[in-house]
């Protein structure tokens, strides 16, 4: 972790905020929760959301000075969180269900990373490449397990929310501090991306069931993806 988050002369912590921090790491797990079926992936999963969880108080006592506690806490945490990959390769019962989660595993760990922040500086990178290991997840899930449409579907929602989150965390920490009463915006705003996907999916799921054309699951996801890049439009 890297500086102490005060920028400028007027006294303001420049770091993400925590609402919209804290539901950007809860839509990177709630996305791997949707394709995590088995009780190895649950294992897993809960081993990584316990090391988040160390990684968010170590980050905690950092940024109050306490560094040296802080920063031994914080390093156990993303240990554990990386630990919850060798539990998925060990107690997997086939390669498919170790493939198909374990890259999805360090999504919310990256997520966290960003929004802690472990490294100011890489915020946003750390926020864009766990969302970009919840997709490769999705990806996975489809083509070694062929699963259900809406798990998958609501698993890129969920990954699109928790992109969209940080981003807003560490956009509203730079401009006003984490100090600022920013949550009615936070919540507004994720709630809104939330609406929009939940509709997107809907949508896609009813086409879906129309069965009109025969569009394949990839079509579908074409369709998802491109409301997904509307949403990007329309957040730039």
Known sequence: MSGDGISGVDGITRHPTRVSSLVAVC???LAIALLGTT???RLALGVDVAGIAVLALGGAAWHRGHR???G????AGVGLSLASVGVVVVRAETVSQRVEIAPGLL????VACGVVPVWKRFSRTFVSLGAAFVVLTVCLSGL???????????AFAATVVAWDAGEQAINLGDQLGNEARTWPVEVGHSGATAV???VAVAAAVGFHDLDVTGVPLVGLFALFGAAVLLLVG???
């Open 27 to 29: 839509a990177a797990v």
């Open 39 to 41: 009780s190895a992936q």
């Open 68 to 70: 040296v506690v802080g």
């Open 72 to 75: 031994l806490v914080a390093l």
């Open 107 to 110: 999504g919310p760990l990256l």
């Open 144 to 154: 070694v397990r062929g699963a259900e449409m809406l798990p998958l579907l609501g």
């Open 196 to 198: 929009y996907g939940c």
């Open 234 to 236: 329309l957040y730039n």
